[in-house]
């Protein structure tokens, strides 16, 4: 199994913690390797002993964010197989995905943070394969059939909607958004909305047992390949 830089060398966790901060704060454009080492502390050269190019490196910083969300995930459905249910885990996207920029940037393309790494092959991959859409995709037809959904509606046409409903509320909870309305409680809302497209929950504790496991087994899948990504882009 692929592991991070970080994970076998100090100095590649000085370098990826410095790259992190400098993009938070400046953005990706103009962002050289010589201050990303000057950060880290450590000889310009001594980043292409893990990493292949700048690229490689501040991808990667997008893709790690990503891990962390899929470890969230994973955790709040370990410890409560409820939490996969709709009605709890689209709102916590919308939670979770908002605590971490880059993921939050990928999403919403912020070519402010991103720069020309907004169209990057494996921000591009990254976005597939985590965003609105292809969660869409992978837990609807879970939920129809463990009764999480309403099946009264053709899949392509449910789907389109959620994954308007979900890209609103991302926009809407963003750092950008206007605020002509506000509420108290962004999650309650988040949840009567999915409530209110996808129908009332009829599940019982078995059907939601098995969603859980399957949302467990997607994660599990999807952090194994996203790891054997982040490893390709290693030196």
Same mark, same amino acid.
């Given at each position: 199994?692929?592991?991070? =830089?970080?994970? @076998?060398?100090?100095?590649?966790? *000085?370098?990826?913690?410095?790259? *992190?901060?400098?993009?938070?704060? *400046?953005?990706?454009?103009?962002?050289?390797? !010589?201050?990303?080492? @000057?950060?880290?502390?450590?000889?310009?050269?001594?980043?292409?002993?893990?990493?292949k190019n700048r690229?490689?490196?501040?991808?990667?910083?997008?893709?790690?964010?990503?891990?962390?969300?899929?470890?969230?995930?994973?955790e709040r459905i370990t410890a409560d197989p409820d939490v996969s249910r709709p009605? *709890?885990?689209?709102?916590?996207?919308? @939670?979770?995905?908002?605590?971490?920029?880059?993921?939050?940037?990928?999403?919403?393309? %912020?070519? %402010?943070?991103?720069?020309?790494?907004?169209?990057?092959p494996m921000t591009k991959e990254l976005r597939e394969s985590f965003g609105p859409a292809s969660l869409v995709y992978t837990t609807l037809p879970v939920w129809r059939e463990h009764n999480l959904a309403r099946?009264?509606?053709?899949?392509?046409?449910?789907?389109? =909607?959620?994954? =308007?409903?979900?890209?609103?509320?991302?926009?809407?909870?963003?750092?950008r958004a206007l605020r002509i309305v506000t509420v108290a409680d962004t999650t309650a809302v988040v949840s009567l909305a999915v409530t209110a497209l996808l129908g009332p929950e009829t599940a019982g504790p078995e059907d939601v047992r098995a969603a859980a496991e399957r949302a467990l087994a997607e994660l599990a899948a999807r952090r194994e390949?996203?790891? =054997? !990504?982040?490893?390709?882009q290693q030196a």
């Open positions: 199994m692929a592991v991070l =830089a970080e994970q @076998e060398s100090g100095t590649a966790a *000085r370098i990826v913690a410095a790259a *992190r901060e400098l993009v938070l704060k *400046r953005g990706v454009k103009g962002l050289s390797i !010589s201050a990303i080492a @000057e950060k880290a502390h450590v000889a310009k050269g001594t980043m292409y002993l893990h990493w690229e490689d490196l501040l991808v990667g910083l997008f893709a790690r964010d990503v891990l962390a969300v899929f470890d969230v995930f994973t009605s *709890r885990l689209l709102p916590l996207i919308v @939670e979770i995905t908002g605590e971490y920029p880059f993921v939050r940037a990928m999403q919403t393309e %912020d070519s %402010d943070l991103l720069g020309v790494l907004t169209e990057h099946t009264d509606w053709p899949l392509d046409q449910q789907a389109y =909607a959620l994954q =308007a409903l979900m890209s609103g509320f991302q926009a809407a909870t963003g750092p390949a996203l790891l =054997a !990504s982040i490893g390709k």
